[in-house]
């Protein structure tokens, strides 16, 4: 068979991935047969998960955090739905889930997976949680209410002390899904993490912009109860228990985000943040000056109209974009996306044009 190259970032401007750190990509081959699955067995990888699990923890403003390094936001937004379904056991037998419609979609397989109700309710005018809309459907069967930190499509950070305000007021859990917006939050004024209200569970992916090796996702409880929640016996293992979805894990992934962590929190991140933020604006303002309408970036994500010719033009000439559900190209600054790279897509805008 004939060896491949793996695809470069050059073009690809809609992914919320990007090329892991040196240093991730390094640790990540040392630890590339490690189970953290097994701790017991696998004793190094295991410290290295709970070091990672203390700057997640860290990040997320929570000094005591409870959680593993899962394969990603979707592991992680699945078990912070069973741990709330398993924590409310007693209280009702017909449990639902309340989420903005802005919610990642992995929300819809945990709902399929775990046989609890997803209620999608409507965003606001600026693309956040409808904060009466989430009240409205919330009763007493709903065990989690879900706040997004940074939306797939646009960026957008949902009022999240008001979210948990309504789950605790219906005896409910909130989650924070944050696996795109945790590494770039810190560095703003926005209130969303564990710090800023008492938050229930979050997700932040250190394989996002934490610059880790896929598959790198975080899972964090404030409480031990979250995790322990998830819990089933292991007998043929060295280690009695797991709370994990997967299993055998990689180290790989567990190794890489703490070695990303360890070299860029919280300067380097903050730094990125920084750039990002410069260059989603720059980017928009080019855009608005050729007469393109733009969603005002709020995090380092720029959505703007452009038409189906001039997308599929784009696509054609080897730029990897994407649409938001409301057909806007997506655009995401992600570390490995230049001023140089968005001068030539916006070089080739005006060509299609």
Excluded at 167 to 182: E, K, L, S, T
Aim: hydrophobic letters at 45%; a negative charge; one cysteine or more.
């Amino acid at each position: 068979m004939q060896r491949s190259a793996p695809q470069t970032f050059d073009r690809v401007l809609s992914s919320m991935c990007t090329e892991p750190h040196p240093a991730a990509r390094a640790a990540a081959e040392r630890f590339l047969a490690t189970n953290p699955g097994d701790p017991a067995t696998y004793e190094e990888v295991a410290a290295l998960e709970s070091a990672a699990v203390d700057v997640l923890g860290e990040i997320a403003g929570l000094s005591d955090p409870h959680g593993y390094v899962t394969s990603g936001g979707t592991e992680a937004n699945i078990q912070a739905v069973r741990a709330a379904r398993n924590r409310s056991r007693g209280r009702t037998s017909d449990p639902n889930v309340v989420a903005p419609e802005s919610a990642h979609f992995s929300f819809n397989k945990a709902a399929d997976v775990l046989g609890v109700e997803l209620r999608l309710v409507p965003t606001d005018a600026d693309r956040r949680a409808d904060v009466e809309a989430v009240r409205a459907a919330v009763d007493d069967d709903t065990v989690l209410v879900v706040g997004v930190a940074g939306s797939t499509e646009f960026g957008r950070v949902d009022p999240i002390p008001e979210l948990v305000d309504i789950a605790h007021g219906a005896g409910a859990f909130c989650h924070v899904d944050a696996a795109w917006g945790g590494f770039l939050l810190p560095f703003t004024e926005k209130a969303w993490s564990f710090a800023h209200a008492p938050v229930d569970s979050l997700t932040v992916d250190p394989h996002k912009c934490g610059r880790a090796c896929i598959p790198a996702g975080g899972l964090l409880f404030r409480e031990r109860e979250g995790l322990d929640a998830l819990a089933v016996e292991t007998p043929y293992l060295e280690s009695t228990s797991q709370a994990t979805l997967t299993g055998t894990r990689s180290g790989a992934g567990v190794a890489s985000a703490a070695a990303a962590m360890d070299a860029l929190w919280p300067d380097g991140y903050r730094r990125e943040y920084e750039r990002a933020a410069d260059l989603a604006a720059w980017f928009a303002e080019e855009l608005r000056t050729r007469g393109i309408d733009v969603v005002d970036p709020e995090l380092p994500l720029v959505a703007a109209d452009v038409s189906d010719s001039v997308f599929e033009a784009l696509r054609e000439r080897g730029w990897r974009v994407s649409r938001t559900g409301s057909d806007l190209l997506r655009v995401v600054c992600m570390p490995h996306v230049t001023r140089e790279s968005l001068s030539a897509f916006l070089a080739d805008i005006d060509a299609v044009r």
